[in-house]
């Protein structure tokens, strides 16, 4: 199971941090992802992280969010700067484990003045 939190309204170029914490799986072994999918838009994948802590973003969130793992607190996170209107979404964690898709249940980013 994956829990998704951390999300609000923010002004533009303010800052969240989204967390997803795990359960009833081996984390630390877990890629982890971060996907948006806003009204109208197709579901995108933001940011992933390796077992290993290898990051890789998508080129518009790129030098302004970051993802990052706590294997001692299976948890993910997505720290989120300098935020647009553009980045008003529903963020939603997600894992393959053992030939399983899990997504988190969403949580809400507004960006808005």
């Known amino acids: 199971q994956l829990q998704a939190s951390g999300g609000g309204l923010v002004q533009p170029g303010g800052s969240l941090r989204l967390s997803c914490v795990a359960s009833?799986?081996?984390?630390?072994?877990?890629?982890m992802n971060w996907y948006r999918q806003a009204p109208g838009n197709k579901r995108e994948l933001v940011a992933a992280?390796?077992?290993?802590?290898?990051?890789n973003y998508a080129d518009s969130v790129k030098g302004r969010f970051t993802i990052s793992r706590d294997n001692a607190r299976n948890t993910v996170y997505l720290q989120m700067k300098s935020l647009k209107p553009e980045d008003t979404a529903v963020y939603y964690c997600y894992t393959y484990w053992r030939a399983r898709d899990f997504w988190g249940q969403g949580t809400q980013v507004t960006v808005s003045s």
């Open positions: 992280v390796t077992s290993g802590g290898t990051t």
């Open positions: 009833g799986m081996n984390f630390r072994i877990n890629a």
